[in-house]
C-alpha cells in the first residue's frame, strides 16, 4: 500500500484557472506538509499542518491554501493560477508530536504532482 | 535571515570511495532544526535525517554519518564506500523550532561512477 500518494501526478492547466491536488496518507501521522520544488530544483517548504496548528511559509502567495477535511488528507488549493506556479509538489507526512521530538522524525514523501500552467 | 549554502554544486566519485557534502548554515536562533534530504533521479523527494540543535553527536546510519558542529554552523554529511545508488542531489535544510523560517540550501549533485 502506498503510504503518501498524490493526484493527479501530472496537471496541466490554463493561467487564470483553479486547481487542486491532493494527498492522502495512510501512515496515521499528525503532521502533513506541501513542498514546492521549481524548475530550478529550488526547494521550498510551503506549509506544514497538524490538528492543531498550520504554519505558513510568509513568502507563499495567498492563493495558495492547504484544506484538510480529515487527519490523512491535506489537499492544495490554488486560485487564479499564474506561470510561476509550475513546479513539481511534493506532500509529505510525518509522525510530529507536541512536545520536543527526538533527534529525527521521518517525513515520507510522496511521488509529486508535475503542475504546468499555459 | 535564515541562510544555507551548499558550496559543491557538483560531486562525482568513483564507486567504494567516501564522500562527505558540506553544508553551512546562518542562523540568528539558539536552537534550531537540521535536515538532510536525498533525491535520486527518478525525482522523488527522501528525508534522511532531522537533527536538533541541542544535540551536537554525530549521527551514524549504516553508511551514512552525519557531523554537526554548531562552532562552525556545519551539518556535513559522509557516504562511506559510495555506491551508484547513492547518485542523487542531496539538499541540506534549516528550520526553527517552529517550523517557520525553513529554508533549504540548493542542492549538490552527487554522481557516483561504477
Known amino acids: 500500500d502506498t503510504a503518501v500518494s498524490q493526484t493527479p501526478k501530472y496537471l496541466v492547466t490554463q493561467m487564470g484557472n483553479d486547481k487542486s491536488i491532493k494527498c492522502e496518507q495512510n501512515l496515521g501521522h499528525d503532521t502533513m506538509y506541501w513542498y514546492k520544488q521549481d524548475s530550478k530544483k529550488f526547494l521550498k517548504i510551503m506549509f506544514s499542518?497538524?490538528?492543531?496548528?498550520?504554519?505558513i511559509n510568509e513568502t507563499v502567495p495567498n492563493r495558495f491554501s492547504p484544506k484538510s477535511p480529515d487527519k490523512a488528507h491535506l489537499n492544495l488549493h490554488i486560485n487564479s493560477l499564474e506561470l510561476g506556479d509550475s513546479a513539481v509538489y511534493f506532500c509529505a507526512s510525518s509522525q510530529d508530536r507536541a512536545e520536543w521530538r527526538p533527534s529525527t522524525d521521518t517525513q515520507y514523501f510522496g511521488p509529486g504532482t508535475r503542475l504546468t500552467v499555459l | 535571515a535564515q541562510k544555507v549554502t551548499q558550496a559543491q554544486t557538483e560531486i562525482s566519485v568513483v564507486e567504494k570511495e567516501d564522500v562527505t557534502l558540506d553544508c553551512v548554515y546562518e542562523t540568528r536562533d539558539t536552537t534550531y532544526y537540521l535536515f538532510w534530504y536525498k533525491q535520486p533521479p527518478s525525482g522523488e523527494l527522501v528525508f534522511l535525517i532531522r537533527?536538533?540543535?541541542?544535540?551536537?553527536q554525530n549521527e551514524i546510519s549504516g553508511r551514512y554519518s552525519w557531523n554537526f558542529q554548531k562552532s562552525t554552523s556545519s551539518f556535513n554529511f559522509t557516504i562511506t564506500a559510495s555506491q551508484v545508488v547513492d547518485s542523487a542531489v542531496y539538499f541540506c535544510?534549516?528550520?526553527?523550532?517552529?517550523?517557520?523560517?525553513?529554508?533549504f540550501g540548493p542542492g549538490t549533485r552527487l554522481s557516483v561512477l561504477p
Open positions: 499542518y497538524n490538528n492543531k496548528e498550520l504554519i
Open positions: 537533527r536538533n540543535s541541542f544535540d551536537e
Open positions: 535544510a534549516l528550520s526553527d523550532v517552529y517550523g517557520q523560517n525553513f529554508v
